[in-house]
Every structure is written in structure tokens, then in C-alpha cells.
């Protein structure tokens, strides 16, 4: 009989203020749509054990794994710049850890399993869209070179959820992160003035997260430093994708420096540095280049929770918390820079001309992000020059831009940092409805076809493809 999780929890183990234990909500038939078996093995999980009756009841919530200890966590958030004091896990359940081949410690979370205390009167589960949404993202962003929380499986339950479309079928996602502690986790127990939560909380992160830490001279500043370090270097990952996340709230960042919550994200097709998709982003505050700002204004809040920890003079620990926010801008500035001198085939220490006028060319000509820079390492004038609405001005770039590597760009190079896959928006949604429909094929397709994204694959050549205008996505939405 093949073995099923081998959990091994630690967060169960803080103090029960920081969740609320308590089972998933089951479900009348659940079917096994999509099982993430290489992930899997990695995290010791018997990938033979994915198939049986077992693991389809512990991904559905229908029964729980034994050693695990279902939780729902506490925390809260800054949503859009405005403070909740209490959100958490209104839809989710931490299961457990595990701890991997490589000797890290896992979460392993339930999304859409039915209310819990944080619910604030919604019925906990997800329609199937969201799942997929999420299996389809994360798993490319994996395979893209994007820290990021892991897609494990993805189940239907058999019965619906109302939404403002109506009534969808419903699904649940089993989701692995480094952890699930947020900005936000943090900011719960300062809301609450609770000294004592914050301190072993913070404890609890260094130990997990940056062990360093702990025998550092300061060790609450050093973690502010690794996480600071960690988010300086994720956005500009982001940004030379044309991804864009739609919802970085505090309660949507992850102190690991993973990408975390996949609800109203989108890659972009035709570029803009003001691009944004989100439904619920009206004032455009999380676009594509407005991103790199908000970090830095969620990396303040954090820091705000840790004062009290960096030093009992509050001037002392203002002063020292501000000294290490400062360092952000450089930390993400050196990791765009180097990102987008490979995009462009620079040299290393080559000056940044040609990436301003190619980025402003760009949005000035709705040229598509991925594409463009994918046929740059092709190395042919006449195919970029397709791309564009007024080909002089695309010459006169192109030849900047030889000038500026001396007509010899390393291609290969530049091939590993231009993806010719991405989830544009139409194919993931194109499979959301198909399946919506009980056709699972696009959704299985799409998923196989971005697993190796830097490769030119004959058979997946339909997926490297612009949308037709009357496909383009021009909103996303957060699902829940």
C-alpha cells in the first residue's frame, strides 16, 4: 500500500491564537482532476499514493491524513492601502508540513474547503475557475524560475457555488508553500499590541526562514533584511515577465520572498509600464511598474511590526529599521538592471540607454512583451519589425540596439531570460470555461505546454501566439 503524507508539524504547535483548528467541510463527489506527481516525490509523498481513494478524500477535505492537524491561520492585512485587523484563512486549511528531499520544510494548504472563523460570511469554498487559475500560474511560474508556491492537485467536489455569475462547479486546490506567513501574519498580533506573539513569531521565521538570523548581533534587524533582500529580488523577476499581481496587499506577501495568491494576476500581452488587469484595481495602485513601490510600502508595515523587537527605545529601532528600508530601492535596482540587460543581450556593465528607449518604444506601439523580446534573440530585423505599427521607428531602435551589443548579442543567453511560453491571459481562461464545460483537454494542455517555457516546441507553437482581438483578456478577477 503506498504511504501517504508524511506530515511533521510546527506551526500546530504555537499558541492557539495564531489559528483555528478545525476540519474541512466535505463534499458529495469529489474526482481527482490533476495530480502534481514529480512535485510529489520531491516532497516524499509516494506519487503512486496520489492515485488512491485516500488521497482523493484528503484533497477534497473528505477525510484527514493521519499526523495531520488542519488549521486555519490568523493574520491581517493592508487591502488597497486600507488596514483589516483580522482576516485569515477564510477559505483555506494548513494541513500540515512536510519536510522535502532537500531537507526543507513544506506547507501543504487546502484552498476552497469550506468556512472557518475567519470566513467573514462567505461559504469557504472555491468555484473550479480559481483552481485552475492558480494550478495553471503557479506551476508556470515554477517552471519560469519564479519563487513561488506549488500547485500539488486539483479536485471537483461535485457541487456547486454560487457566485456573481451564478452557479459554477466547485473545486479544491492543495497548494505547497515554503510557509504561509504573511506581512500580515505579523501584523495580526501587532493590530493587538500582543508583545509576546511577535517575538515568537519572529523567532519562528528565523528558525524556518533564515536561520542565520538567529545568531546574527541583531537578529529582528537581520530578518527584516532577509525578507527586504528576498522581495527585492522577486518583483524584478516579475517585471521581466510582464507579470503583474494584481492584489499585493500585505496579507499577499509572503516573508519567504515567495509569489503567493494567484486571484486577479496577468501576464501581459501588448506592454505598458501602467498596465493593470485586476477588476478590483481601479485607481491602477498595483500596475506592472507601480509594483516595485508597493513592495517597498508592504516592507514598511512590516518593519513597523518589529520595532518593538529591533530595540526598546523606539528612535533607536526607527532609526536602524529606516537605515535597512533604505537599502531596498539599490537591492531591486541592481536585480531589474542585470535582469533587463539579459532580456536585451547587454553586457553586464553596459549602460541602460537602449532598455529605457526599447521599453518606451514598446508601450508607445502596443507591441506584445513576450514576443517581442523572444524574436530579439532571433536575431532577424523583418521578423521584429512585424510587431510593430510604425516600422521606422522600430529601425532606427534596432540599430541602437546592435550598436549596443556590437551586432555579437550572446542568444543563448538571452533565450534563458525570454520566455516563448507564458499563461496569457485567453489560454488560461479559454480553459477555465472549457472545463466549466467538462472538457478538461485545454486545461491539461496549457499546463504540459507551460512546464518548459524557454524551449521552442513545434507542438505547442499555438500557445507562443498573441490573442486575436476579440480574445484579449481585459480583466481578471480574484474568484472568491
Known sequence: MPHPIPFDNTYARLPERFYSKQNAATVPAPELLRANTALAAELGIDPAWLETTEALNVFSGNSTADSSEPLAQAYAGHQFGGFSPQLGDGRALLLGEVVDQHGTRRDIQLKGSGRTPFSRGGDGKSALGPVLREYIVSEAMHALGVPTTRALAAV??????LRQEGYLAGGVFTRVASSHIRVGTFQYFFARNDADALRELADYTIARHYPDAADAEEPYITLLE????AQAKLIPQWMALGFIHGVMNTDNTAVSGETIDYGP???MDAFHPNRVFS??????RYAWGSQPEMARWNLNRFAETLLSLISEDSDVALEKAKKSLGTFTGLFRAEYDNRFRAKFGLADDAPLDIVRSGLSLLAKQD???TLFFRHLTHGNRNELSELFKDPALFDNWYSAWEA???SAPDTAAMRKANP???PRNHRVEQAIQAAYGNDYAPFHQLVDALAKPYEDRSEFSAYEQAPKPNEIVHQTFCGT
Open 156 to 161: 471537483t467536489t461535485g457541487e456547486n457555488v
Open 226 to 229: 532577509r525578507v527586504i533582500e
Open 265 to 267: 494576476c496577468a501576464f
Open 420 to 422: 516563448i511560453l507564458i
Open 404 to 406: 549596443a551589443t556590437q
Open 279 to 284: 477588476s478590483i484595481d481601479r485607481d491602477g
Open 367 to 369: 507591441v506584445d512583451f
